[in-house]
Structure formats: C-alpha cells, structure tokens
C-alpha cells in the first residue's frame, strides 16, 4: 500500500479510530477531513448482508440536491420523442444513426436512455456497453417511454445504484463544497433507496456497515443502525 501523505495523516486524525458517527457528524467530518484543494467527490459505500451470487440489490435514486456533476445523456429514440428528449436536455439523440456511432466506438455519454421501441436494436451494444454500465435497462430507470421527465431525472441527480460481486454499493452523494444540510439529504435518500431494494428473503441487519469518504480523504463509519432506522 502506497504512503499516505503528510495532509492525510492530519485530517486522518480528527476520525476516532473505531467510532461509528452519526450521520450529522459524519457529514460535518468528511467535510473537514478532505485534504486537497480541489472540490473532492463524496461518496458513501454499504457493505449489505446479502449472498451477492443470489441476491441482486439495484435501482435508481434521485439526489434531492444533485450529483455535484454535469452529466451527459444520451437518447435512442425516433419520431416525436426526439423533439421531446431534446427539449428536456439531452446531449445527444437519435435513431438507427446513433446506435452505428456508438458501434463504432464512441461513448461520450455518462447515461444512455433508450425508448422501448428501440430495445431491439440497441440489443446488439449489449456486449459494448454491458461492460461499462451503460446499457440501457428497466432496472436502471433508462428504458422509458416518458423520454422528457428521465432526461430531466438524470440530469438534475438521478444515479443508479447496484451491489457488486462483495454485496457493496458504491454511490456518489455530491462534494465536498456542498453544505451539510445537502449532503445529509443526498444520503438520507441513498440510505431509504436501498433499504427499499432490501430483497424480501434477507432478515437480520441489512447495512452491515456504512462508511462515507471525500476523494482523498479518510473513511468515516457511519452508525449503520442509525442509518437503518431512518
């Protein structure tokens, strides 16, 4: 493991080794533990109590004060719902065209939207973009017919979340820039998100544990319990 830096080590030290905070206080240390001069991300990880070969924990939640990010949307679409993917914002839209173009490689997009009507063709990125996850799925929020209100979900903070091969989720709550009141609500509605995808055969604790961290700064437990409970 690589040798922490001196800045690290100093904001290391406002964390009790061992201590699980609330989550007003974690908010308000991983604020005052992030070390660099740029605007670090925050993100929370949930170590869940699920057999990740046999549960699967996913689906979207909608960051109540945004991402901290500007992303890019993609739609596949055709007819009237170009004009409407395009009047609600995306980045890029279109039919058959589109698809040749991401075929070809390109993927300049952070999400891709597609409507029902044109899952059959967007079948053949599966293997392209299955492997970076950014293949259109239901699961996902991104196959819809209401093409206006999921480009303007996305946009405005959408995420999607999922549990991977060690029963973890890893999703970015916003920055460090972001005042507490913010962050706290991005990670009320990330908590109540996943604790709605609790598949129904899981008993006992669901969130083993819960830990938030800025992009170079220490991990703070969050009291798991607590965070159930809310």
């Given amino acids: 493991m690589a040798e922490r830096g001196k800045k690290y080590k100093e904001k290391a030290k406002l964390i009790e080794a061992g201590k699980s905070y609330s989550p007003d206080e974690a908010v308000k240390l991983v604020k005052a533990a992030a070390p660099a001069k740029f605007d670090e991300s ?25 991402s901290g990010k500007s992303v890019k949307v993609g739609v596949i679409t055709k007819g009237d719902k170009i004009k409407e993917a395009e009047e609600a914002g995306a980045d890029f839209v279109g039919g ?18 597609s409507t ?12 392209l973009l299955g ?16 093409v206006g209100k999921t480009v303007k979900e996305f946009k405005a903070g959408k995420t999607e979340f999922k549990a991977d091969k060690t029963g973890v989720i890893h999703v970015k709550i ?8 913010k962050l706290k609500e991005n990670l009320n509605a990330v908590l109540s998100a996943v604790i709605k995808a609790k598949p129904p055969k899981v008993s006992g604790t669901y969130i083993e544990s819960a830990t938030i961290s800025s992009t170079m700064g220490p991990g703070i437990r969050v009291d798991a319990r607590r965070a159930e409970a809310q």
Avoid at 96 to 113: A, C, M, N, P, S
């Fill in 42 to 66: 925050v993100d929370v990880a949930l170590k869940l109590n699920i057999d990740p070969k046999k549960d699967s924990v996913r689906g979207t939640v909608l960051l109540p004060a945004g």
């Fill in 96 to 113: 058959t065209e589109l698809i040749d173009k991401i075929q070809g490689g390109w993927l300049d997009f952070d999400v891709l939207i």
């Fill in 116 to 127: 029902p009507d044109m899952m059959s063709q967007v079948g053949k990125l599966g293997k």
């Fill in 131 to 146: 492997q970076k996850g950014l293949m259109p799925n239901p699961k996902a929020g991104t196959v819809s017919a209401d």
């Fill in 174 to 181: 916003g920055r460090a820039s972001f005042e507490e009141g």
